[in-house]
C-alpha cells in the first residue's frame, strides 16, 4: 500500500473495476439481508450515474489501484420538508485490505464537498443495523441515526 490515498471521480473504463466492487457490496450485504436473491443481483446503474450531471462516482486510488468506491445522486424530497431535493450516498465499498485507514471518510468527504458545489444541504445514506463498523465511521463523518425501517415477511 502507498502512503498517498488520492480521491477522483469515476471513469468509464474504471466500470470492470467498479462491477467487481458492486459484486462485493452484495456478498457483504447478504448475510444482513436474507431476500436478496442468490446470484444475478445488480445494485447500480453505473453508466448512468457517471452521465448524471446530478450525481458524481468517486473511487480512492492506492497508486492505480481502486480500493474504495461511493457516488452522490440527488433526489427529490418529501414535499413537506425544508428542502427540495437531498443527496442520497450510495456505493460505499472499501476493499477489506484497507478498511480502517480513514479512506471511506475521505470518500465521504469527497462527495460532501460535491454535494456542497451542487447546492444540496441535506445529506443520507442507508446502512444495515448489524454493521457496526460503518454506522461508527458515518458518526464519525457527522452522521445521525434518524430512522429505523421495520419488515414483516409473511408466509405464503
Same mark, same amino acid.
Do not use: F
Given at each position: 500500500?502507498?502512503?498517498? !490515498? *488520492?480521491?477522483? +471521480? /469515476? =471513469? $468509464?473504463? @474504471?466500470?470492470?473495476?467498479?462491477?467487481?466492487? +458492486?459484486?462485493? &457490496? &452484495? $456478498?457483504?450485504?447478504?448475510?444482513?439481508?436474507? *431476500? #436478496?436473491?442468490?446470484? %444475478? =443481483? $445488480?445494485?447500480? @446503474?453505473?453508466?448512468a450515474l457517471m452521465e448524471n450531471p446530478r450525481a458524481t462516482v468517486m473511487v480512492a486510488c492506492d497508486g492505480d489501484k481502486i480500493v474504495a468506491t461511493g457516488y452522490a445522486l440527488e433526489k427529490p424530497a418529501r414535499t413537506y420538508l425544508d428542502h427540495k431535493t437531498f443527496a442520497y450516498l450510495g456505493f460505499m465499498y472499501t476493499d477489506p485490505e484497507y478498511r480502517g485507514k480513514g479512506i471511506n471518510g475521505k470518500i465521504v468527504s469527497a462527495l460532501?464537498?460535491?454535494? *456542497?458545489? /451542487? %447546492?444540496? #444541504?441535506? !445529506?443520507?445514506?442507508? &446502512?444495515?443495523?448489524?454493521?457496526?463498523?460503518?454506522? $461508527?465511521?458515518?458518526e464519525k463523518k457527522g452522521f445521525k441515526k434518524h430512522m429505523i425501517e421495520m419488515r414483516l415477511r409473511t408466509e405464503l
Open positions: 500500500m502507498n502512503n498517498e !490515498i *488520492t480521491i477522483r +471521480e /469515476a =471513469v $468509464k473504463s @474504471d466500470i470492470p473495476v467498479l462491477l467487481q466492487h +458492486e459484486q462485493e &457490496v &452484495v $456478498k457483504a450485504e447478504r448475510p444482513m439481508d436474507p *431476500t #436478496i436473491r442468490d446470484s %444475478g =443481483v $445488480k445494485y447500480y @446503474d453505473l453508466d460532501q464537498d460535491w454535494c *456542497t458545489k /451542487a %447546492g444540496l #444541504i441535506e !445529506i443520507r445514506l442507508h &446502512v444495515y443495523d448489524e454493521n457496526d463498523p460503518a454506522i $461508527k465511521a458515518y
